[in-house]
């Protein structure tokens, strides 16, 4: 156990002007209060306080929450009066304290009814300063580590299981990671001893069968890191055994390379030097595509920011990469309890302020207003789990979707009707993009119009089983009929060319062992017959034109995605001259007149093909833009900057080359047209340290 001296140098260590006076008085207090009192583990109980006071000085808190810390059980364990702590150590400890045992007293076994009223006066507690929910999670964090002491297994399992339920959710909300994951560890220990031990024996066989992964990424990694001007800490870190079992359960996957369990992180010092790494690690390794996230433009609502990225590592195996700074490191382990280190604007412990803790709020008035106060309950606890988020329809009904889940996820969890209908959006009154992300407490409302249509696209972003399932069947029923009308629009246009009106009774399909006219342009769409072998039914001596004078095919009539597709080598998008080429099972493949590609397929047919420019695909066009920018330390914030802020988003990034001066950037960005890049360009064009920007 700390000595008072002991806990007096470890605040003093980060705190030169700590009332030491203050901490001394409280340990002995503390220890005087709690007398002969035993733990269950046979220890003196005083060593219980002591210890959370030393966690709590580990997390660098402030004075009075360390003191709080000592004396957060004398009030329900001991004699000691509230008047009596206001009066030895002021109002602000007193207050801490009371509500340290508010939060203690409050049982979640108890009564349906009584359950409701408690987690209220929980909330209440809670809502009136953050630090008195940081001493309970401590205290909690304590009392679990010691859980195997308690003799009745009925009793352990139910402070496990209201853990899982309470605290731990409440810890992420917070941000307090480190917290949160030895909690839940510790108590799905205790609730399931089973499936803990057949996941920590896996971990130990994988561990042993890839013992030379880790160290050999690690050094690559760091040798990467070197060779360039960045600054860089390479570490790696295993998963929790909790947060793998959840992972498994909820995708349901077994648990078989050493990536499932590793993560590597990279710690700089500056913003700036977060997305240089990025660049770096891009620039070296080949990216899982649709796993960058970007939380440090787009925090997480507990304020966790880095940025995260899946590559193919240095040994052919993915590995997944964090990238922060020390201070976005604390706060993403510590969350709130960092703030008083850091004094940080990026974490807030007021908890007035809405934009941090209106989910706290939010939750109390909820559980004030009700008259089911267990119903509330049931959902209000649900709020608190990271894994759901809560949402409203127009009309005010509650709809719980995963975590993740996107606006057109929404739209179908309301109707398959809604959602195949589905034009668009509007959160909290605002039109926003289908695949914007829903956040608790967001009010909906689902645009519908009965000419719409599924779109392909969608695939990439619903997440519901529904919506999946949904929009793939539409898919698969739409395949046919979209090969049919390419195959039709591409038979018209050989006969344009062949300066021939248009006449189906000519089309002599059995030539191609087609049994009907129908399947003949289903085969004719899919590239399955050569566009020149039918020409060559409908003349005899037919000699090509490059381009044919207005034959043209419409975009108008497809979806992009099934039938036709844009070529990914150049990108078209909206306002582009464009042309199609025929691809066997696939379709028509649609290139930039400009592609460069082009010339790779001479022995192809090039047909001319239009826009249908009223369509409104706003922001779906991905494209690459080529930037030289001076290599200062602030080019890369500024750059992404201008991008996000003129409402293009950017979804992969590398550098391609580095010298002293200069470095060339190659942005993925999507777009809505030529228009909106047009401006995107020029916006670059202006900015000081952008030497020269274009399309790729
Ligand atoms: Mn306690």
Redesign the pocket.
């Known amino acids: 156990m700390l000595t008072s001296a002991e806990l007096i140098n470890l605040v003093l260590s980060y705190d030169k002007d700590a009332n030491t006076d203050l901490i001394k008085k409280a340990y002995v207090f503390a220890m005087e209060a709690h007398g002969s009192q035993k733990r269950a583990s046979g220890f003196p109980y005083f060593t ?2 002591v210890e ?1 006071s030393k966690i709590l000085a580990e997390m660098r808190m402030d004075v009075p929450t360390v003191v709080t810390g000592l004396l ?2 004398v009030l329900e364990d001991t004699n000691t009066s509230y008047e009596e702590i206001v009066e030895i150590f002021g109002a602000e400890i007193a207050f801490l304290v009371d509500g340290v045992t508010k939060l ?1 007293k409050i049982n979640f076994a108890s009564t349906t009814s009584r359950r409701a009223e408690n987690f209220k006066k929980f909330l209440v507690a809670m809502a009136q300063d953050i630090r008195v929910l940081v001493v309970k999670l401590v ?1 909690r964090l ?2 679990i580590r010691t859980l195997h002491y308690i003799d009745s297994v009925d009793k352990q399992k139910r402070i496990a299981a209201e853990t899982l339920d309470i605290y731990a959710p409440l810890a992420e909300r917070i941000g307090m990671r480190r917290i949160k994951n030895e909690i839940e560890d510790i108590a799905f220990y205790n609730l399931h001893p089973e499936e803990y031990q057949t996941i920590a024996v896996k971990l130990e066989e994988i561990k042993k069968r890839d013992a030379d992964f880790i160290p050999n990424t690690m050094r690559e990694l760091e040798q990467l890191f070197k060779d360039s001007p960045i600054p860089a800490r390479i570490s790696g870190r295993e998963k929790e055994i909790y947060s793998i079992w959840r992972k498994m359960q909820k995708r349901n996957v077994s648990l078989n390379q050493i990536y499932d369990i590793m993560a590597f992180r990279v710690i700089v010092d500056t913003v700036e030097q977060c997305y240089e790494s990025l660049g770096l690690i891009h620039t070296n390794f080949r990216i899982m595509p649709g796993r960058f996230k970007d939380y440090i433009s787009i925090p997480k609502l507990n304020n966790y920011r880095s940025l995260h990225t899946t590559v193919v590592g240095p040994f052919n195996q993915p590995i997944e990469i964090q990238i922060r700074t020390e201070e976005m490191h604390r706060i993403a382990e510590d969350g709130v309890a960092a703030h008083w280190l850091y004094k940080s604007d990026n974490v807030s412990t007021d908890v007035n302020d809405s934009k941090n803790f209106g989910w706290l709020k939010g939750l109390l008035t909820t559980v004030k207003n009700s008259d089911n106060p267990e119903e509330v309950l049931a959902n209000s606890k649900l709020e608190m789990f990271d894994d759901e988020v809560f949402c409203f329809t127009e009309t005010g009904d509650l709809k719980t979707l995963p975590k993740g889940a996107t606006a057109i996820d929404f739209a179908y969890s309301i109707h398959t009707d809604v959602g195949d209908h589905c034009i668009g959006v509007q959160i909290n009154t605002k039109m926003v993009p289908l695949w914007t992300p829903l956040r608790n407490g967001d009010r909906i409302k689902v645009l519908t119009s009965p000419y719409q249509h599924p779109d392909s696209s969608w695939i990439n972003f619903a997440t519901t089983g529904k919506a999946r399932a949904c929009v793939k069947k539409y898919i698969h029923t739409q395949e046919k009929s979209e090969f049919l009308t390419l195959g039709r629009e591409l038979a018209k246009y050989a006969f344009k060319t062949a300066a021939l009106a248009f006449d189906e009774d000519a089309i002599q399909y059995k030539k191609f062992r087609c049994s009907s006219l129908q399947s003949f342009y289903q085969n004719f769409g899919r590239g399955l017959i050569s566009f020149v072998s039918f020409q060559k039914t409908l003349v005899d001596e037919f000699i090509l034109p490059a381009i044919a004078g207005d034959a043209e095919i419409c975009m108008i009539d497809f979806i992009p995605g099934i039938a036709v597709h844009l070529a990914e080598c150049c990108h078209p998008i909206i306002g582009d001259k464009i042309v199609g080429v025929i691809q066997k099972d696939k379709g028509l493949v649609v290139h930039s007149l400009l592609c460069p590609h082009l010339s790779e397929h001479t022995d192809r047919v090039l047909l001319k093909m239009t826009w249908n420019q009223d369509n409104d695909q706003s922001g779906s066009f991905t494209t690459v833009i080529r930037i030289l920018t001076t290599n200062d330390k602030d080019s890369f914030a500024l750059i992404t900057n201008i991008i996000s802020s003129n409402g293009a988003s950017i979804t992969n990034l590398r550098i391609e080359e580095r010298s002293m001066l200069f470095f060339t950037l190659l942005i993925e960005i999507k777009v809505t047209d030529t228009f909106h890049l047009g401006e995107i360009l020029a916006a670059l064009r202006a900015c000081s340290h952008v030497k020269s920007v274009h399309r790729d």
């Open positions: 219980h306080p959370v957060h059980d203690s205290d304590h009392n």
